[in-house]
């Protein structure tokens, strides 16, 4: 088996241990729960304004404490609700770090996300299995259709390729496959059923920090067939991470997938910008909001959650755009 990093980033602890809908990280480089709530009260009273507050100044130091206080800011626009959790990553590839980690660790519903974690499952039991199972053409164009199209018929054939040649396990094969080859990767996934025709798939999960490790284990080539699973994310699509994200340049190019039902809106990928010089600068974001219960408007939910997740996105893309020098 293939060795991984055991865990190759910085990773800030949640205040939302118990994964509030507040989102509220209590790494060093914050002030506490405590303290930030009352110097919230502090600040809607009008008590704060134009006092240098050391503790306000080190928050807007971080990236991780701009997340933070725009999702707070979406939330009290109403464009994130009460009843809805979020989890946010973000790996710098050239800083080698990591900048944002808020409730990574929570399993959320992993809907369409989790199809490259499909195909790297058939990857690894392509591997297993030479001489016996080969990747033709017309599964390639299966692939394409699960990533690219996110078809659920594809999803479920690849699938039962996989339950095929380990055990006839059914969509659990899946799960058994990746853990059995990465788990040190695959920590929080539960891929437990097929998706059914209507969509709503909402037993599989994933937490953010697997689709943070999966794509540093992507990018450097730590997987069989990642560079094929990469050219399979990089299929152009709907994206909510760069696509429609307004300082981000048309020509930026992304690995991704995103993740849609009435109870979830999601989008995990690989942004690879480049500097002035031509090097590039890739980095890692995954943004998840999960509702308590089915909306009865997705259309108007799933594009203003989505629009929630380029606002972060495009918060962070300027970020990286000044710690690099972006072109």
Request: proline share 5%; aromatic share 10%.
């Amino acid at each position: 088996m293939q060795g991984f990093p055991q865990d190759p980033w910085i990773h800030s602890q949640d205040a939302a241990a118990g994964d509030t809908p507040f989102d509220l990280p209590a790494g060093p480089a914050l002030c506490d729960r405590r303290t930030f709530l009352a110097l919230t009260a502090l600040a809607g009273g009008g008590l704060l304004s134009g006092l240098p507050l050391a503790a306000d100044a080190a928050r807007r130091q971080t990236l991780q404490g701009q997340v933070v206080r725009l999702v707070e800011r979406l939330r009290a626009q109403g464009k994130i609700r009460w009843d809805e959790k979020t989890s946010w990553s973000v790996y710098d590839f050239a800083g080698r770090r990591k900048l944002v980690s808020i409730n990574e660790e929570q399993p959320r519903q992993a809907a369409s996300m989790m199809k490259p974690f499909v195909a790297q499952a058939f990857f690894y039991t392509l591997r297993d299995n030479p001489g016996r199972l080969r990747y033709t053409s017309a599964t390639r164009d299966t692939m394409a259709r699960m990533i690219r199209k996110s078809s659920n018929r594809a999803t479920n054939e690849i699938m039962e390729i996989v339950s095929r040649y380990n055990g006839s396990m059914g969509p659990r094969a899946t799960e058994y496959v990746l853990k059995r080859h990465a788990p040190e990767v695959f920590r929080q996934t539960s891929i437990v059923e097929y998706i059914p025709a209507n969509g709503r798939t909402y037993r599989n999960q994933a937490s953010a920090r697997d689709y943070s490790r999966f794509l540093y284990a992507q990018w450097h080539r730590q997987m069989p067939y990642a560079s094929e699973v990469l050219d399979l994310m990089a299929l152009p699509n709907h994206d909510r991470i760069t696509r429609g994200v307004s300082n981000i340049p048309a020509d930026v190019r992304v690995y991704d997938k995103t993740g849609s039902t009435a109870m979830l809106c999601g989008n995990m990928g690989i942004i690879e910008c480049r500097d002035g010089r031509g090097r590039p600068r890739p980095y890692t974001f995954i943004g998840i909001i999960e509702k308590s219960s089915r909306t009865n408007y997705y259309g108007r939910w799933i594009t203003n959650r989505s629009n929630a997740i380029r606002e972060v996105s495009n918060l962070v893309y300027l970020y990286m755009q000044g710690q690099h020098r972006l072109a």
